[in-house]
């Protein structure tokens, strides 16, 4: 079958987060819908198709160790935790390459969630938008299962989100594949509204640019 509403489209997701927070195992959930317990340092870009409301979308999904994301370049591992400025051409790569993002921190792990704050603003100083309401990002606050040693509150998280105009889920890639799912069909739903608010022109003010051109055109053409 051909037409808009069933032709397949094509993303590249990056999911950051701190040490440990389960890049890894959410990636894995998601893919293969199980849980393994342990991944070593998994770098590797993964396709993996859904259907979104009827539609196949093809998602390449870029997971690496916190630690290769931002070291290769300046070796340097405290340097780096602490450091995300966009310089490591690394993280840039990744930055630039990616169409969405999963920011993924733990809910038991305060200094993950703080640095989630960072990944935004190196994300909105690199990416070439007008503002960060146009980047299509995911906020995730995962092991959701292990309540009892939570150290930030969904509502810290939901926050956050709403103040960076990001969506937001608590899930735990642990026990729960349905909302790890959820993560990926929202990041869908942004990148698709993202990519059509690109196509359109921006509102009155695309109209009056346009016909400003025509009327400038006819001038052209009279003389
Ligand atoms: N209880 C619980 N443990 C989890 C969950 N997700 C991941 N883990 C565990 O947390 C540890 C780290 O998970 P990874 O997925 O390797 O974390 P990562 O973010 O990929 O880490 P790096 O690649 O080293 O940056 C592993 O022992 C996982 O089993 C979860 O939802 N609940
Ligand atoms: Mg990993």
């Not at 990744?94 to 993950?112: E, N, P």
């Not at 995962?142 to 989100?161: F, Q």
């Amino acid at each position: 079958m051909t037409g808009l509403n069933t032709a397949r489209m094509e993303a590249n997701v990056v999911v950051l987060g701190t040490d440990s927070v389960g890049k890894s195992a959410l990636t894995v959930r998601f893919l293969t819908r199980r849980f393994i317990g342990e991944y070593g340092d998994i770098e590797s870009i993964f396709s993996h198709s859904i259907t979104v409301d009827g539609r196949e979308q093809t998602l390449n999904i870029w997971d690496s160790p916190f630690s290769q994301v931002i070291t290769h370049e300046t070796g340097c591992w405290h340097v780096s935790q602490q450091d995300l400025s966009p310089e490591s051409t690394t993280y840039e790569k990744r930055l630039q390459w990616a169409d969405g993002f999963v920011l993924v921190y733990s809910i038991c792990d305060r200094a993950s969630f703080n640095t989630i704050g960072k990944l935004l603003q190196s994300i909105k100083a690199t990416k070439d938008y007008a503002g960060l309401q146009n980047v299509p990002i995911v906020i995730v606050g995962n092991k959701r299962d292990l309540h009892h040693r939570r150290t930030v509150l969904s509502e810290e998280g939901r926050l956050l989100a709403l103040s960076a105009d990001c969506q937001f889920y608590e899930v735990s890639a642990a026990e729960n594949y349905h909302s790890v799912l959820m993560v990926f069909h929202g990041l869908v739903n942004r990148v698709r509204e993202s990519r059509s608010a690109g196509k359109k022109p921006a509102g009155i003010k695309g109209i009056v640019k346009s016909m400003s051109a025509v009327f400038a055109r006819r001038r052209t053409d009279s003389l």
